[in-house]
């Protein structure tokens, strides 16, 4: 697993706090790394360690050495080096496998309906409201259901064309004069074909 966090990331709890890895643990930073704690820090690698506590520092390996290019200053009421002692061994982290998966709960059971059957669902408002010939707006005109479907509107450009279709089909007018001549040719076939 890798996680690559832009940001700050803080972790904090209330009780121990344990890692343990069967390789390494690389800590690196760009400029600063602190360790602190209240009452003892120890670094170990078998038997060598440095414990730095609320006695003193103590340092001990098979060998230890120092040097430096400049001037070594060892300053201090208590510094103890190959004194003895030993330092605290580190934890291990416990770990934890992922809690088992619970049981899939049963699907609901599917709607069914035999047909011309009601049913129980509720109508959308779209589906509540019925449209009748007369409850529909064309264009900005609506037929006055009280006179049979004749306009009570006042004529304008948007709606002269759909006053113009409702007033032909209540006088069974013919739209244009193709239309009539196609209405007379009709009869005189009618009408020939009848005598």
Same mark, same amino acid.
């Given at each position: 697993?890798s996680?690559?966090?832009?940001?700050?990331?803080q972790?904090?709890?209330?009780?121990?706090?344990?890692?343990d890895?069967?390789?390494a643990?690389?800590?690196?930073a760009?400029? =600063?790394?602190?360790i602190?704690a209240s009452?003892?820090?120890?670094i170990?690698?078998?038997?060598?360690?440095?414990?730095?506590g609320?006695?003193?520092?103590?340092?001990?390996?098979a060998?230890?050495?120092?040097?430096?290019?400049?001037i070594? /200053?060892?300053d201090g009421?208590?510094?103890?080096?190959n004194?003895?002692?030993?330092? %605290? /061994?580190?934890?291990?982290?416990?770990?934890?496998?992922?809690?088992a998966?619970?049981?899939? =709960? %049963?699907?609901?059971?599917?709607?069914t309906?035999?047909?011309?059957e009601?049913?129980d669902?509720?109508?959308?408002?779209e589906?509540?409201?019925?449209? =009748?010939?007369?409850s529909?707006?064309?264009?900005?005109?609506?037929?006055?259901?009280?006179?049979?479907?004749?306009?009570?509107?006042?004529?304008?450009a948007?709606?002269?064309?759909?006053?113009?279709?409702?007033?032909?089909?209540?006088?069974?007018?013919?739209f244009?004069?193709?239309?009539?001549? %196609?209405?007379?040719?009709?009869?005189?076939?009618?009408a020939g074909?009848t005598?």
């Amino acid at each position: 697993m890798s996680i690559d966090v832009v940001g700050d990331i803080q972790e904090k709890t209330g009780g121990n706090y344990a890692m343990d890895a069967s390789s390494a643990i690389h800590i690196k930073a760009g400029q =600063t790394v602190v360790i602190e704690a209240s009452s003892q820090l120890t670094i170990k690698v078998g038997g060598n360690f440095v414990t730095i506590g609320s006695a003193g520092v103590s340092i001990k390996g098979a060998s230890v050495a120092i040097k430096a290019d400049g001037i070594v /200053s060892i300053d201090g009421s208590m510094v103890n080096i190959n004194c003895g002692g030993s330092g %605290a /061994s580190a934890g291990s982290g416990a770990g934890s496998s992922p809690g088992a998966p619970t049981d899939p =709960t %049963a699907p609901l059971e599917a709607a069914t309906a035999d047909p011309g059957e009601l049913s129980d669902a509720a109508a959308t408002p779209e589906q509540k409201e019925a449209k =009748t010939p007369d409850s529909v707006t064309v264009g900005g005109y609506e037929p006055d259901s009280s006179s049979g479907g004749s306009s009570s509107s006042s004529s304008s450009a948007g709606n002269s064309q759909a006053e113009a279709l409702n007033e032909a089909a209540e006088s069974a007018a013919p739209f244009c004069e193709r239309c009539e001549e %196609a209405r007379r040719e009709q009869e005189q076939q009618q009408a020939g074909g009848t005598s």
